[in-house]
Nanobody, 114 residues
Framework: QVQLVESGGGLVQAGGSLRLSCAAS???????MAWYRQAPGKERELVAY???????NYTESVKGRFTIARDNAKNTMYLQMNSLKPEDTAVYYC?????????WGQGTQVTVSS
């Protein structure tokens, strides 16, 4: 079964850190991968992207605070989130693809309290 499973979300105070993981049930070595998020009442937005070759790109609001990484040997992608802000509160989704998405994870809630 083709599956992406996120973990690592939770409640954290502003200024804190969380590390999200996305475990794939299949090889992701040749895939571009991304993290999206959706806050209440807002559209889902692309947060960070990592190419099959390891190139990365971030939305402006998280640059310098978030780091996307991948471990192809473990078929796992990560999102290290530092200096979290209340506006980072959202459901975070792992995605196979960048804009054309092949598979989505179920999402993990990240809540940042002020």
């Amino acid at each position: 079964q083709v599956q992406l499973v996120e973990s690592g979300g939770g409640l954290v105070q502003a200024g804190g850190s969380l590390r999200l993981s996305c475990a794939a049930s299949y090889t992701i070595r040749f895939n571009n991968m991304a993290w999206y998020r959706q806050a209440p009442g807002k559209e889902r937005e692309l947060v960070a992207y990592i190419s099959r070759g390891g190139a990365t790109n971030y939305t402006e609001s998280v640059k310098g605070r978030f780091t996307i990484a991948r471990d192809n040997a473990k078929n796992t992608m990560y999102l290290q989130m530092n200096s979290l802000k209340p506006e980072d509160t959202a459901v975070y989704y792992c995605a196979d693809g960048r804009f054309q998405i092949n598979n989505w994870g179920q999402g993990t809630q990240v809540t940042v309290s002020s």
